[in-house]
């Protein structure tokens, strides 16, 4: 090889390898335009490389040509080759990144804890990844009602790294709801969803203030904006069904519980609605349902399963079922129930066994009493047999 197109191949050598040994090094930790500034200095330094090649294999003979083609050859495989890792790590940064926001979007802050971690695995130190990570971790945080001060601590300086970031002011508005600082929560979820439309959760969070506030029509609108945004959220469609049976609108009630699979307490939340419009049959069907999500561990286990059923019986008094056996016994009663408004008193009873409820079954008992109250013995045809079946298996409830 001549010795002036041996330098000429060395020195664009060696200045790629520098390029490339530098942008590996950083290990896509700095920031994404030197990464591609370096990306796109190495692929012009291969592309002159080839050129100046190219200008001298023109004059040289044929014979000589191979060392000439393998370089290069070399010089575009390893461009290819580096540019793809590059790609490839951007990509899954992408993918994680815009998970983890979705997640937050709808209130699933262990999901965006997961993702977040993942693109900190990919690019260590990605400053969006860092700060989703830790609101996720202070959201969770307060959800468990731990270490207020802490928390209050965290939140404090989080807003003051980033004042304008739209899930710090949810969280902010949730801290304010707690201690029932209503118009300052208020306020914080507005300005939440003004910098982020596509916020369910500060919908969402913004409909349940507007329920402590008795606003019927607030409430609906938020909550069904939530629900358009993130559809799949198990909370938003129960808590939307929820209020249209509040509200007696009980063909909503049952529209919205109807697009709810393997839960078992939306389904009896949508019996007391069939007991309301008067259709024992549709009632029945789903308590049975409901006895049988509880009865399968594939979904009894499930994590959305696990949560407690909270009923208020009162404005002041309210009953909280945890353990399963407690609330299989508030299944069973409901579906006895019904039975009994349908006349079938020989199957009231063989439920009423088959409910398996424990010996301190009064909770249990209460809830169902105020369900027959509410949701059955308003209607004329079916006030005479809520009212025995109180007396004769809810210990005159």
């Known amino acids: 090889m001549p010795a002036h197109i041996g330098q000429t191949v060395k020195s664009w050598l060696k200045k790629a390898v520098v390029y490339a040994e530098r942008t590996w090094e950083d290990g896509y930790s700095s920031s994404k335009p030197l990464l591609e500034q370096r990306c796109a200095q190495l692929s012009a330094l291969c592309l002159k490389s080839h050129r100046a090649l190219a200008s001298r294999l023109a004059r040289l003979p044929w014979r000589r040509l191979a060392p000439y083609a393998v370089t290069a050859l070399l010089l575009l495989t390893f461009t290819s080759w580096t540019w793809h890792q590059y790609a490839q790590r951007q990509e899954a940064v992408r993918t994680h990144l815009n998970a983890a926001e979705a997640a937050m979007n709808s209130g699933d802050y262990a999901q965006a804890a997961t993702h977040s971690a993942q693109v900190l695995q990919v690019e260590a130190g990605h400053p969006a990844a860092q700060l989703n990570a830790q609101i996720a971790a202070l959201a969770q945080r307060m959800g468990q009602g731990l270490d207020t001060k802490a928390v209050a601590d965290e939140l404090a300086q989080l807003r003051q790294l980033a004042p304008d970031n739209a899930y710090l002011r949810v969280l902010q508005g949730n801290w304010h709801y707690q201690r029932d600082e209503w118009d300052q929560a208020g306020q914080l979820y507005d300005a939440a969803i003004e910098k982020n439309p596509q916020l369910a959760e500060a919908y969402f969070n913004r409909g349940m203030l507007n329920l402590a506030s008795h606003d019927p029509q607030l409430v609906e609108a938020d909550f069904r904006d939530a629900l358009r945004l993130a559809p799949n959220t198990p909370q938003y469609r129960n808590n939307l069904a929820y209020f249209y049976l509040e509200q007696g609108d009980y063909a909503r009630a049952i529209e919205t519980y109807g697009a709810i699979e393997d839960q078992p307490l939306p389904a009896l939340e949508a ?127």
């Open 271 to 397: 019996a007391k609605a069939h007991w309301g419009l008067g259709q024992l049959a549709e009632a029945r069907t789903r308590q049975e349902q409901a006895l049988a999500w509880l009865d399968d561990p594939r979904i009894a286990d499930l994590p959305h399963n696990q949560t407690p059923w909270i009923f208020a019986l009162s404005a002041n008094e309210g009953v909280r079922l945890s353990d399963p056996q407690d609330k299989h016994c508030y299944a069973g009663l409901s579906l006895a129930a019904t039975l009994y408004l349908q006349g079938d008193t020989a199957g009231t009873g063989r439920q009423v066994q088959n409910a398996h409820c424990p010996k301190a079954a009064a909770d249990m008992q209460d809830v169902v009493a105020e369900d027959l109250l509410r949701y059955a013995e308003y209607r004329p045809e079916l006030a005479d047999a809520g009212v025995e079946f109180r007396r004769r298996y809810l210990t005159g409830k």
